[in-house]
């Protein structure tokens, strides 16, 4: 595979003022201009939204919001294609699988969360219902919900069901503590995880990324699994395609840095809000 990342990320919170994400158009505009200087040249942006409120004002504004942001994004970042979608959380609502504005590409692929981020009571009745009404479900976060360092063969599970899981980079080097450091290492050495996201939230504490994660699997001896997790297996989810199997990729306890963030790229980053000093 080539050196040249050709990289994507289909979990980020970008659009402005909607969430816990960017604030501004320029937060997300700066940090938009430094994934395309790091390779990241598809991005679907992800905003929270509890399923009860598919169709309610606050899904309007942030179309529009989304829609804004589009259009300054053109005109000073061509380079970069965005798209919107959603990070769904079960709330007990139904999803409609009729519903497009909430996928991440044709593929019927959608971004769905736990509440809480708290493992429910029972985990695969959720995503059965989203299997079972023609959508493929993409698991945020799953090293991270309370209640899984437990129970260590659920992410095993979901994907024999048919989701896929989609890792946070900031977890591959303690960014969340170390349980879910250690449950998205082992996911990586038993190839369980099926794509990275960066979860960013265009706030210094919150701005982890996909080229961060890819630049440490590569670094480990992996380029194959780095360049399908934070690439290929992300554009085949935004364009609709078949996703392939990502060969283990086992890191070992020397990968962190033991300040609980990544080191690889970060300098880059932090220059784009004048920080390098901090």
């Known amino acids: 595979m080539s050196d040249t990342p050709r990289l994507a990320d289909l979990h980020c919170h970008l659009v402005p003022g909607v969430d816990d994400g960017a604030e501004t158009f320029r937060d997300a505009l700066v940090w938009l201009e430094a994934f395309a200087e790091d390779g990241i040249t598809r991005v679907a942006t992800t905003p929270h939204l509890p399923a009860r409120l598919a169709d309610s004002d606050y899904r309007g504004r942030v179309e529009d919001r989304f829609s804004e942001l589009a259009a300054r994004s053109e005109d000073r970042l061509a380079s970069v294609e965005l798209?919107?979608?959603f990070e769904i959380r079960l709330d007990g609502a139904p999803v409609d699988p009729a519903d497009e504005g909430?996928?991440?590409?044709?593929?019927?692929?959608?971004?769905v969360e736990?509440?809480?981020?708290v493992l429910p009571a029972e985990p695969q009745r959720e995503l059965s219902a989203l299997l079972d009404?023609?959508?493929h479900p993409?698991?945020?976060?799953?090293?991270?919900?309370?209640g899984i360092g437990d129970d260590r063969a659920w992410p095993g599970l979901w994907r024999e069901m048919g989701v896929r899981l989609c890792v946070n980079a900031g977890s591959l080097w303690?960014?969340?503590?170390?349980?879910?450091?250690?449950?998205?290492?082992?996911?990586?050495a038993r190839g369980e995880a099926d794509l990275i996201g960066s979860d960013h939230h265009?706030?210094?504490?919150?701005?982890?990324?996909?080229?961060?994660?890819?630049?440490?699997?590569r670094d480990a001896g992996h380029p194959g699994a780095a360049d399908l997790l934070a690439g290929e297996n992300t554009r085949a989810v935004l364009d609709g395609g078949d996703l392939a199997a990502v060969p283990p990729a086992p890191l070992d306890s020397g990968e962190e840095d033991g300040?609980?963030?990544g080191t690889a790229g970060r300098s880059s980053w932090w220059r784009f809000l004048g920080a390098d000093d901090r």
């Open 133 to 135: 009404a023609g959508l």
């Open 259 to 261: 300040s609980g963030v």
């Open 83 to 85: 798209s919107l979608a």
């Open 174 to 188: 303690g960014a969340y503590g170390r349980e879910p450091q250690e449950v998205a290492r082992g996911m990586l």
């Open 102 to 111: 909430l996928w991440l590409g044709p593929g019927r692929h959608v971004l």
């Open 202 to 217: 265009a706030r210094p504490h919150r701005s982890d990324t996909v080229r961060e994660a890819w630049d440490l699997l």
């Open 138 to 146: 993409v698991l945020a976060h799953p090293e991270r919900y309370q």
């Open 114 to 117: 736990f509440q809480g981020l």
